[in-house]
């Protein structure tokens, strides 16, 4: 008959091995988490502070400059109509609203009426198919976040220290506003993350709005500070129309958002553009 004296001791290394391997797993597990972690951190911080400052020398003039780089990224957008009338281009633009189709209108000498902010050209072109105007279907065309850079003097401490940071951190959030916006019309699915990521979104872009409006109260005697009250209130509209994503997913209530983002990018790029 077999000994059963060995039994405990087998019984003893057994645990001792299993707990060494649960030790190791739990060591591993944290390290790993800890990377994990600091990885997502490390490269939100890298997109955040993606600014780079060059000098420059602006054309015709003798003073030194500096310039904000930011990330470029494409977005798509229905081309409504391109006007030399601004008129003409209002009176579309509310001929689309009255339709469900809220556009935006840029400001330049060739004014563009604009409807959808999508990172997706495909969905986009499904709405821009069920449009017509004057017998015709609009297109859907490609433009570009941050096509423009941010422009001072060298020794200009406010627009470096604060202005330049904001508009960083603007950039940020339009960025992260393209990558949710990918559909017009997502009231029928399971969009459970999505609807978190707009709310998320919204708080960013509301404390956006509250450290802009800080800076700008900082910045009273400078050129700066009409054009960033602009922002500030560009950013919490927009912000109000992403807390409504979070509960109401219609396609009139995700347009009406993408407006809001579409009239920020506008002001913020013609914030620049003034610098240039």
Not at 127 to 138: E, R
Not at 175 to 185: A, F, H, R
Request: glycine share 6%; net charge neutral.
């Amino acid at each position: 008959m077999k000994s059963n004296l060995h039994k405990p001791q087998s019984i003893l290394s057994f645990i001792f091995i299993l707990c060494l391997v649960l030790a190791v797993s739990l060591v591993f597990g944290h390290v790993l988490g800890s990377y994990y972690l600091e990885n997502i951190i490390k490269n939100d911080n890298q997109q955040k502070q993606n600014i780079e400052y060059q000098p420059s020398t602006a054309s015709g003039e003798n003073v030194k400059k500096k310039v904000l780089r930011l990330k470029k990224t494409s977005y798509s957008t229905i081309q409504a109509g391109v006007f030399s009338d601004w008129a003409v281009a209002i009176e579309l633009g509310n001929a689309l609203a009255q339709k469900g189709f809220p556009a935006v209108i840029t400001e330049e000498k060739s004014y563009l009426v604009m409807i959808g902010f999508l990172n997706n050209n495909d969905n986009l072109a499904i709405l821009a198919n069920s449009i017509t105007i004057d017998g015709q279907k609009p297109k859907v065309i490609q433009r570009e976040i941050n096509s423009i850079s941010f422009k001072f003097d060298v020794g200009d401490d406010y627009a470096e220290k604060y202005v330049a940071p904001f508009l960083g951190n603007l950039s940020n959030s339009l960025q992260k506003g393209i990558m949710l916006y990918s559909d017009i019309n997502i009231e029928d699915r399971n969009l459970t993350e999505l609807r978190a990521g707009f709310k998320l979104l919204a708080n960013e872009v509301a404390q956006i709005a509250s450290a802009g409006e800080a800076i700008a109260d900082k910045g009273k005697a400078t050129t700066y500070h009409e054009g960033l009250l602009i922002l500030v209130k560009r950013c919490s509209s927009w912000a109000e129309s992403l807390n409504k994503l979070e509960n109401d997913c219609q396609q009139l209530t995700i347009l009406l958002s993408q407006q809001q983002a579409l009239a920020l990018l506008e002001d913020y790029h013609r914030f620049m553009a003034i610098t240039n």
